[in-house]
């Protein structure tokens, strides 16, 4: 150990004056084809990041926004400014949701497609608290943000109502707030329509509607039970998470056509490469159900789940799921074939908790 | 080293019988020792009753720490930080790591590669830690709520008890018998629309033949408004806060001239914090309260304490009426007692046996609202021989927690001197300690995470360092000193996130490390300049593969400590004027536990002038501080920015009537 510290000591004494002079150049990478991974990071500590799996090897780029834009972490940590809740592209456009544990700092970071060059940057108090975005027209994104949140035991926890952030990317602003349900949260586009529904410990449960070419608000719908709406299925129908049940609903007409009651509420939901299937984590295994399915049934795809995220690529059909081992140390996420062999593990980032395929 | 303190380990139920006698042996032959003590004390007053009665005080506790680092810092420092935070003293004049939320928030500090909890804070002697946390948040530790500080680097379980295993920092009030009378006014202007005010008077009377009064009273209040200038920095956002500060210090010395002393030492404080004050429904306010009594007894070498300590956190959101709410009492009681077993002019033998006992109560939501008490005992025997050469201590400590079984803690410390010349002296010191901690009342009482079974974190500390001091000339002194250290704390406790944040006795941690420090003084005429360089190596890490993916937290450097940590002092003094730079660096901060994100390393720079002066009869000091002077981007735990250059104008009025 003495030789060891004697060195340290030297070598610690000359890093005393050139430590700062330190910089690190990384080569522009391009994000082209793969997937990224949204890595939230750890409540309170802001330090979420996106990284880059490529399809073909386990290579992977790890806190890729900073990577594009080096000058723009001048100071550590991830660079974001805060948890990343999502990620969506929209006509050549990404867009980072960036919250932020305090009030104001909460950001939309708008970079080019597959540079992730920073282009824009949106701020409170157009946007507080994002959760998810979606592409809602040719050059346009909505963005679901719960707003100011406040005491969770005093109920002001999600503000009533939250709002959608409607993005115009041809400018890189917020063009209007369209105001929505209480916990605003997941939203699918349908046609014209967007369906928007909240998070399950709102207490909301309202299923909103509404006119996309007119971002305003088209209809309100009882659901019963908080509406989570998940994906659009190959025959163009829409499924919908509400507590324990599984609801498929003709979007048209708005009736319930299908309702699959699980032992419990589902963890983390994807949609099959064919958007014919359900892939989903329940007691510790992760199984799917066919999109024709009369009961709550599954099969059985793994005997195992992920306590991050589960997605399945559309283009080569493998299934990603993410361990989130701590807070504190990066998380990982595992690949296997769709029959369910293990391709890889790659360690990513802090709180794995989503994939976007591209 | 390892094998040195084997023998201890086996023989540990022996040991404690030796402590439990040692212990009863002293109360039943107690009227024979102070009689002893009552001679030699008397032998010791005689030579020295002009200087009153300070030096029959009681040997300091950290005395008994023979062979481990302890740095004094001087008033001089103090005074430059009379308007500062303990957490920018420490940052600049010690190699601690500093745990940061921002401005007015949570601030931490660990010594040594260890966490903030173990890092014990003493004023006057006893512990004041946050019992709840287990830790102190330095934020709301104004540096004139007290007249001393020291450090104690190092576990010292045996003589401070639980929680001491990085280190200590000792806070303390003291007694002037000098001047009869003086007031203290201060006003500090910063910049942020940042204000604080100070007002005392310390006062020294005989009252009647046989007593002395020594006293002092003094309140502050300090508001930082926060307002910057900017809302970001370098696209880092600042997080708006607000933090008003009070506080209340009285202390009062009753001096007998037979040397016994009764004193009374009282420090209320209170401390507001509130996050984004401007959004109603988001905001948030930490408000702490802490109430500090210490009556204190001495006579003939036995001390005899009785301390009451409450601690109030109340923390809300948005609505601020109904804040959930943290109440903790403490009831310290402390006896002591001291012996000389040998003096002569080549050695000296003291031995000092003491027991503590604590009572604490505690109700908080956390823990179900119930009231939650627990009692704690210690006993000790600490020994000091002293030669013309070699100093030797050999200390032991045992504590008694309700529902616990805490280690024997022993200690034993060397320190020789080689060279002993005029002009320069040379020591080499040595010291192995046991230590321990009691897990923090959250870590055992919070509803379901926490764990009443958790065992106590044990370690073993040893240190070996050179100290130095030379003379090189009348007007030219060098000090220096050079420590490396080796502690192992094990069943390291960790709200294992793999358990659904249940909190668990799972981890080991080695720390080691070097810390060197240097100081030169010069003085010529008027003249005075100085330097003070110091510089620690910190490496600590987690060592135990307790999961599957632990694995990738073996071996890192526990985050938010730095490796590389300097500070650097320098000024210069022309009579009544004095300039000083006063610089921070330390390298990247990891800031997680697998090292895969880090803050940059970063330097801090400062500039201070001061000047004393005259307004008519009235001492006047003004000080102008320069802080962050290059304007550097530091960013704390949350990734917010903090402050860029900023500065503030001090005006300290002194005026004292000497008898």
């Known amino acids: ?316 059909k493998q299934l990603y799921g993410s361990v989130i081992p701590t807070y504190d140390q990066a998380g990982y996420v595992i690949r296997y074939q769709p029959d369910g062999s293990l391709i890889d593990s790659v360690k990513v980032e802090i709180a794995p908790s989503g994939f976007f395929f591209r | 080293m390892h094998k040195l ?68 810092i001087d008033s001089v420092t103090l005074r430059q930080f009379q308007f500062g935070s303990l957490i920018d003293l420490l940052s600049l004049n010690t190699p601690i790591a500093i745990k940061n939320y921002g401005p007015g928030q949570l601030a931490t500090v660990a010594f040594r590669g260890t966490s903030a909890n173990h890092t014990a804070v003493l004023w006057n002697g006893i512990n004041i830690n946050q019992p709840n946390l287990g830790l102190t ?57 940042n204000n604080q005010t100070q007002a005392g008077v310390r006062y020294a009377t005989a009252l009647g033949q046989n007593w002395k009064l020594s006293g002092k009273t003094f309140a502050y209040r300090n508001k930082f408004n926060n307002r910057y200038p900017y809302t970001e920095r370098q696209r880092y956002f600042l997080e708006p806060s607000t933090t008003a500060q009070r506080g209340f210090v009285q202390d009062l010395y009753f001096l007998h001239k037979s040397g016994k002393q009764f004193s009374v030492n009282a420090w209320l404080s209170d401390n507001d914090l509130i996050i984004t004050p401007l959004d109603t429904i988001a905001r948030e306010r930490t408000r702490t309260q802490s109430a500090r009594l210490l009556a204190t007894y001495e006579v003939n070498r036995l001390t005899v304490r009785l301390g009451w300590i409450r601690d109030l956190l109340d923390y809300g959101k948005g609505n601020f009426d109904t804040p959930s709410h943290t109440e903790t009492e403490r009831l310290i009681s402390r006896a002591e007692r001291e012996f000389t077993l040998a003096s002569t002019p080549s050695r000296q033998l003291n031995l000092r046996v003491g027991g503590e006992w604590s009572h604490y109560r505690t109700r908080t939501d956390g823990y179900g609202g119930q009231l939650i008490q627990e009692d704690r005992e210690d006993i000790y025997a600490l020994m000091r021989f002293q030669t013309a050469r070699w100093l030797l201590s050999a200390n032991i400590r045992q504590a008694f927690v309700t529902r616990f079984n805490p280690p024997i803690t022993p200690s034993f410390g060397a320190e020789y001197q080689f060279i002993q010349r005029n002009h320069f002296t040379l020591t080499a010191k040595g010291s192995i300690s046991r230590n321990y901690r009691v897990p923090t009342l959250n870590e055992r009482y919070w509803i379901e995470l926490g764990d009443p079974n958790l065992k106590p974190e044990s370690g073993v500390n040893m240190e070996i360092g050179l100290a130095a001091k030379a003379t090189v000339s009348d007007n030219l002194a060098l000090t220096t000193e050079l420590t490396a250290y080796h502690n192992r704390v094990d069943n390291w406790t960790y709200w294992n996130p793999a358990k659904a944040y249940h909190v668990e006795n799972l981890q080991l ?26 510089y620690a190596y910190t490496r600590s890490s987690q060592e135990r593969v307790y999961d599957n993916y632990a694995q990738d937290v073996v071996g890192k450097q526990l985050p938010y400590v730095p490796i590389h940590t300097g500070t650097a002092n320098a000024w210069l003094q022309r009579g009544k004027t004095r300039l000083s730079v006063q610089a921070q660096a330390n390298s990247r901060r990891y800031s997680t536990a697998d090292n895969s994100q880090f803050l940059k390393g970063n330097t801090l720079v400062n500039l201070l002038l001061e000047h004393s002066t005259k307004l008519g009869p009235v001492p006047v000091r003004v000080q102008g501080n320069l802080n962050n002077l290059f304007n550097a981007l530091v960013v704390g735990v949350k990734q917010n920015a903090l402050p860029g250059r900023n500065g503030s104008i001090n005006l300290i009025v002194n005026f004292s009537s000497v008898n």
């Not at chain 1, 971002?215 to 919908?240: Q, S, Y």
């Not at chain 1, 009736?255 to 509420?265: D, G, K, P, W, Y």
């Not at chain 1, 983390?268 to 064919?274: F, M, S, V």
């Open chain 2, 509 to 534: 941690v080695v720390a080691r490390g070097l810390e060197f420090n240097t100081g030169l003084n010069y003085t010529q005429n008027r003249w005075q300049t100085g330097i003070r360089l110091g």
């Open chain 1, 1 to 316: 150990m003495n030789n060891q510290l004697k060195k340290s000591m030297a070598i610690g004494l000359v890093a005393l004056s050139v430590w700062n002079c330190k910089t690190s150049d990384p080569e522009p990478t391009p994000f082209g084809d793969g997937v990224y991974v949204i890595n939230q990071g750890a409540f309170l500590k802001n330090n979420g990041s996106l990284s880059y799996i490529s399809r073909t090897g386990s290579t992977v780029a790890t806190n890729i926004f900073v990577q594009a834009n080096p000058t723009l972490a001048v100071s550590g940590g991830s660079g974001q400014g805060g948890n990343v809740q999502d990620y969506t592209e929209v006509n050549g456009k990404g867009l980072i949701l960036v919250d932020n544990g305090t009030v104001g700092q909460d950001k939309v970071e708008v970079v080019e497609a597959g540079t992730f060059m920073s282009r824009a940057t949106l701020k409170a108090p157009d946007i507080e608290n994002p959760r998810l975005v979606i592409q809602a027209g040719p050059n346009k994104a909505y963005v679901s943000c719960w707003d100011v949140s406040g005491d969770y035991s005093a109920g002001t926890f999600y503000k009533d109502p939250g709002y959608i952030a409607v993005v115009d990317l041809n400018t890189g602003t917020v063009s209007k707030k369209i105001p929505a349900v209480k916990g605003v949260e997941r939203m699918v586009l349908v046609g014209s329509e967007v369906f928007v529904g909240s998070n399950a410990y709102s207490g909301d449960k309202t299923l909103l509607v509404i006119d996309a070419n007119t971002d305003t608000m088209k209809e309100k719908i009882n659901f019963g039970a908080t509406p989570e709406p998940i994906a659009l299925d190959a025959n163009g129908k829409l499924w919908i998470r509400a507590g324990k049940d599984m609801v498929r609903i003709n979007p048209q007409s708005r009736l319930v056509e299908q309702r699959l009651t699980f032992a419990s509420s589902l963890g983390t939901i994807a949609i099959g490469a064919d958007k014919r299937a359900f892939y989903y984590t329940l007691g510790g295994r992760t199984s799917q159900f066919s999109i024709e399915a009369t009961t709550a049934t599954g099969t059985q795809v793994l005997n195992r789940s992920f306590s991050g995220a589960l997605g399945i690529d559309p283009k080569t």
């Open chain 2, 137 to 193: 948040d330095f934020s709301t530790l104004p540096v004139a709520g007290f007249d001393q500080l020291a450090l104690q680097y190092g576990s010292s379980a045996s003589v401070v008890g639980s929680g001491a295993v990085g280190g200590s920092i000792l806070l303390g009030s003291n007694a002037d018998w000098q001047r009869k009378f003086s007031v203290i006014l201060g006003q500090q202007f910063a910049s942020f629309h």
């Open chain 2, 5 to 72: 303190f084997y023998p201890f380990i086996v023989k540990k139920q022996t040991l404690r019988w030796w402590v439990l006698g040692l212990f009863s042996g002293f109360i039943s032959s107690q009227d024979n020792c102070v009689a002893q003590a009552d001679s030699s004390g008397q032998a010791k007053k005689s030579s020295i009753v002009s200087l009153s009665a300070v030096t029959v005080r009681a040997i300091a506790p950290e005395r008994f720490l023979v062979g481990q680092k302890i740095q004094h």
